[in-house]
């Protein structure tokens, strides 16, 4: 497998997203069915040391992708579908540096819809793309 050359993070704490099959550190949400809730969690893609990515894409991917959606906004809000891709969508994320400067924010929402039995869903992960290329 080749070297991704770049990391996606939690804002909250610049935790590393974990890379699939690992769920240990995965994007997750606690959502209620019967309100049919919506949740959010910001993140940031940045390249290695030595490293810049190009035209740096991240899409959802899996059974359930079009549970998931991705904003570039700075503060997303989660009802006003300007602020989103569509659901499942790929975002934009241009170009990724390395350093605290080159990092690029985002955000995931994820939601549920009321006819949904609760479960773990584990289908979906982030799948990225872009031009690496040695700074």
């Known amino acids: ?15 590393p997203v974990s890379v699939a099959p690992e769920t240990e550190d995965a994007v997750s949400f606690t ?3 019967a309100q049919e809730e919506k949740d959010k969690e910001q993140l940031y ?18 059974t359930n992708a079009n549970k998931w ?13 300007d602020d989103w891709e569509d659901w499942g969508a790929a975002l934009s994320l241009g ?6 400067g080159g990092r690029v924010h985002f955000w995931a929402q994820a939601r549920v819809s009321e006819e949904e039995d609760p479960v773990k869903d584990t289908s ?3 799948t990225c ?7």
């Not at 497998?1 to 935790?15: H, N, V, W």
């Not at 959606?69 to 006003?80: A, F, V």
């Not at 170009?95 to 605290?100: A, R, W």
């Not at 793309?129 to 700074?135: D, I, L, P, R, W």
Request: aromatic share 12%; net charge negative.
């Open 1 to 15: 497998m080749a070297e991704p050359y770049f990391g996606l993070y939690f804002e909250s704490d610049d935790t």
């Open 31 to 33: 959502l209620d069915a």
């Open 45 to 62: 893609a940045e390249a290695d040391e030595g490293y810049f990515i190009e035209d740096f894409m991240v899409e959802p991917d899996g």
């Open 69 to 81: 959606r991705l904003s570039g906004e700075s503060d997303p809000d989660p009802e006003n579908d």
């Open 95 to 100: 170009t990724v540096e390395h350093g605290s």
């Open 124 to 126: 979906v992960t982030f």
């Open 129 to 135: 793309s872009g031009v690496a290329k040695a700074s």
